[in-house]
């Protein structure tokens, strides 16, 4: 068992786990932080996205002790003083999801693309989102919510998560 | 789709139901919902077996399929055994109740799938939920606004012709008094039972059914918020992994868990071949199934892809596997002026839903409570009581809504597998299957041969008709076409790998074959494909929809050319009608298909809500263009050799064509289950798309240019 600290959503957690844990395994099974999903445990399907210091970033492949120092955001972490990011607001609006189990990593794939291209098109949604699966085919609706969000911030009219 | 069919549908896989009635006293009942009104639909009796107040302490109908309770506080509550697991069944069947009762659709509280809340349901798969569970809801509904009408009648001593509900109240239209609906049953122990079919609102009048509204609850599914079976957390839960035997039919030679024993407060349970762990953190539990030493053994030269369909041919399942001739069709076949005979066939595909399965298991003495992500909440407690040898009463299964399931979620295994482990350690248990359990000891939908004979005139008529299916089912297999003389058979087999539903089953293997046929038919007498099927068909409903997507998608405008094609097939099944037509781009040298446009047509009767039903269908598209193009388990000698996204390939952003769906709304007519058959139409169009592009026909699944 490791101690170290987590900084996720903004706040420091104090961790104890195994050397070799999983992010994804802290995220869920020791913070009850549940909103970020298992789906393959082999970085094939995205559902497991949270953001590292921005970045998209597979937390069933990295592990929870080598994120330390970074800033750590997950789906629980989005939402600004009770209203949505863009993103999320995007996400719903246009009711890009069925089942809803691969939405969180969705929108934060969705929530670093834009922080790269703020505006990106149809080939940049394709690379930066082709590792999210979404087994109920909701990507043509995906793609609309991603270009929705874009407008959604350009407008500043909800708040922006980093 | 007619009972029996459902039966066969039902009877051809694992699925054996016994069924079981809820044994609740209705008093019981009003006390846990604190009074009010109750209303309950008997399935059974022709007329209504209590009507008026009181509660006379009868046992509920034997029959009861579902009910609605009104409380004092104005909420509404319907419980119905149905699950909702991502088709929007949730939304869409609170819309139908609050257009028969005349409320805000966003005052009703839908609990489904609880067994010990809701009532027995044989599970949710069949595109059953809207044919048969919306009727049943809006009828009962219909009667609670009856009784409420009834009742402010009684209490204002007028005549109830004066008084009419809306926007939860009665009120008086003469002197404009009114009372909400929970002050009419405050104070009140109102239950009536119901049957028969009373006047429902006609769709044509509909105002909240019928509506585009959002899906329940979709702020949870955009904060991560919403619990799903794999989300849940109980009071010192453990978490378990199971051992996977080495292949499959292997029995376990030797086993040393010496080294996992050393982990701390790891518990192995050994049982027979069963071996499992729990932990007190998960990476532990996967560390300990890891530092297992097991040894089995598999029996070797089990059936591979490559003998798959020899297989299926020669290893008939009981009498009806076996084939009877049917000597009018074949003289027709046989004096036809053109004929054609082909073969087609489909691989056994998983239905990798995105939440693997997954149960948290809990013991309170003997009582055993399961959360676990399933379509068939009551066959899963079934199967649990059977597996502990205690009786169902005991034990409650509840269904938080899941990620997924296209027919993959109807078995319990996950939920034997907590409840075995929690057992072991008296303390709750997770256990959570990873990708690669789901790949493997999950069950596939179907593999089949499907042989089709068929004659034709020349002007284009069909005369015969010999459609043959070996194990993928009998779903879809009956022709829509008109011909005199047909032979359609559906060949059980013995199946290599477990095998079992899957959305629409083997309604996508029979449209493949027959869509694609018909295509090669139309080609064969020199018809346009469209033409070709219109010539031979008389059903209205697929004529409208194969004429919808034609005039949309702009068939016959552009030529299909060298490297680029377009296709369209069409068909029915579960009362939802279907045709699409495909654009694609085929480059031969680089063996690439590319899925360019759909146009779907959809018509299944009434729609109840079009967003939801939109967003369905278009699922269904992209689902399909796995099946069609690239899904396929691949297995030798008792091992599944793709079991990960990684090889196992599934639609993507990068395969998306430009989709666009056509609603056909039939406000006259019923509305039917849309979850499945929308998703038949594509495999097809895309294999007459590719033929019009290269001039070759490919007639397995997944399509793979050679």
Request: charged letters at 20%; a neutral charge; one cysteine or more.
């Amino acid at each position: 068992m490791n101690d170290f600290r987590l900084n996720i959503n903004g706040t420091e957690f104090p961790i104890r786990a195994p050397g070799d844990e999983t992010l994804l395994s802290v995220l869920r099974n020791r913070l009850h932080l549940t909103g970020t999903k298992y789906g393959c445990g082999e970085g094939q399907c995205g559902a497991c996205t949270v953001l590292i210091d921005g970045t998209a970033t597979r937390s069933c492949l990295t592990i929870a002790a080598s994120v330390g120092g970074a800033k750590i955001i997950t789906i629980e972490g989005l939402e600004s003083h009770g209203s949505l990011s863009p993103v999320q607001q995007a996400f719903l609006d246009e009711e890009s999801f069925q089942c809803g189990y691969c939405t969180s990593g969705m929108i934060l794939s969705t929530t670093s693309l834009l922080r790269e291209h703020s505006h990106p098109t149809d080939q940049q949604i394709i690379e930066a989102m082709d590792g999210n699966i979404c087994r109920c085919g909701t990507y043509p609706r995906i793609v609309a919510a991603i270009k929705r969000a874009a407008q959604l911030q350009e407008k500043g009219g909800a708040n922006h998560a980093s | 789709m007619p009972a029996d069919e459902l039966i066969r549908e039902v009877a051809q896989h694992e699925i054996q139901e016994r069924i079981q009635w809820f044994q609740l006293d209705r008093r019981d009942f009003l006390r846990l919902c604190g009074g009010g009104l109750l209303v309950l639909l008997d399935g059974r009796s022709a007329v209504a077996q209590e009507a008026g107040r009181g509660s006379r302490g009868h046992e509920l109908p034997k029959e009861v399929s579902a009910w609605v309770h009104i409380g004092a506080d104005d909420k509404i509550t319907v419980f119905t055994g149905k699950v909702e697991i991502g088709q929007n069944i949730r939304t869409s069947l609170a819309q139908l109740v609050a257009e028969e009762l005349r409320v805000p659709v966003a005052s009703i509280t839908m609990v489904m799938g609880d067994t010990d809340l809701t009532p027995w349901d044989m599970g949710t798969f069949g595109s059953r939920s809207t044919p048969t569970m919306g009727p049943q809801l809006r009828t009962m509904a219909l009667t609670a606004r009856q009784m409420l009408i009834e009742a402010a009648a009684q209490r204002w001593k007028v005549d109830p012709s004066v008084l009419a509900a809306a926007d939860g109240r009665v009120s008086n239209l003469k002197n404009g008094q009114s009372l909400t609906y929970g002050e009419i049953t405050r104070g009140e122990k109102l239950t009536q039972s119901v049957s028969g079919d009373p006047p429902l609102t006609p769709a044509s009048a509909w105002k909240v059914a019928g509506a585009a509204l959002p899906k329940a609850g979709g702020r949870d599914f955009v904060t991560g918020r919403h619990q799903y079976p794999s989300d849940i957390t109980r009071p010192g839960m453990m978490f378990g992994k199971v051992l996977r035997p080495g292949g499959f039919n292997a029995t376990l030679a030797s086993l040393d868990t010496s080294a996992a024993e050393k982990l701390p407060a790891t518990k192995i349970v050994h049982d027979g071949d069963f071996v499992g762990v729990v932990a007190e953190d998960a990476s532990t539990a996967e560390q300990a199934v890891s530092q297992i030493k097991a040894k089995w053994n598999v029996p070797p030269a089990q059936i591979s892809n490559r003998e798959l369909f020899e297989y299926l041919r020669s290893h008939p399942e009981g009498e009806k596997g076996s084939s009877s001739t049917n000597a009018s069709v074949m003289q027709a076949l046989a004096s036809a002026e053109l004929k054609l005979e082909q073969h087609y066939t489909v691989q056994y595909i998983a239905h990798a839903p995105l939440e693997p399965r997954a149960a948290v298991a809990e013991w309170n003495g003997d009582r055993l409570t399961v959360w676990t992500g399933t379509q068939r909440p009551f066959g899963v407690r079934d199967e649990l009581a059977e597996a502990f040898r205690i009786p169902a009463t005991k034990v409650r299964v509840i269904m938080p809504d899941m990620g997924s399931g296209y027919g993959g979620k109807h078995t319990g295994e996950c939920a034997i597998e907590a409840a075995r482990l929690a057992k072991a350690v008296g303390k709750p248990v997770s256990v959570v299957w990873t990708r690669e359990e789901e790949f493997t000891w999950a069950y596939f939908r179907p593999a089949g041969w499907i042989e089709i004979r068929s004659g034709a005139r020349r002007d284009g008529t069909l005369v015969a008709w010999q459609h043959h299916n070996y194990n993928s089912g009998p779903s879809g297999i009956d022709t829509p076409y008109n011909v005199s003389s047909k032979d359609v058979q559906f060949h059980p087999t013995k199946s290599p790998l477990r095998q079992g539903s899957y959305r629409g089953l083997a309604a996508t293997a029979n449209h493949f074959a027959r869509e694609c046929h018909m295509d090669e038919l139309a080609c064969s007498v020199g018809m346009d494909p469209l033409e070709f099927r219109l010539k031979n068909l008389t059903d209205p409903r697929l004529h409208a929809v194969l004429e919808t997507a034609a005039k949309q998608f702009g068939w016959g405008r552009t030529k299909s050319s060298s490297g680029h094609g377009f296709g369209i097939a069409g068909g029915v099944e579960k009362g939802g009608y279907v045709a699409t037509c495909v654009e694609v781009e085929v480059n031969p040298a680089a063996k690439q298909v590319k899925i360019r446009r759909v146009v779907e047509a959809w018509e299944s009767g009434a729609i109840v809500n079009p967003n939801g039903l939109r967003n369905q269908q278009m699922g269904a598209v992209v689902q399909a263009i796995g099946g069609a193009l690239f899904e396929a388990v691949q297995f030798k000698d008792g091992r599944i050799l793709n079991p990960h996204f990684a090889e196992y390939r599934v639609p993507r952003f990068s395969d998306m064509p430009e989709i666009e769906i056509v609603l056909i709304d039939r406000k006259d007519l019923p509305s039917a289950g849309a979850g499945e058959t929308g998703i038949v139409g594509l495999a097809p169009a895309v294999s007459n798309a590719i033929f019009a592009a290269t001039g070759t026909r490919l007639r397995d699944m997944p399509m793979v240019l050679a």
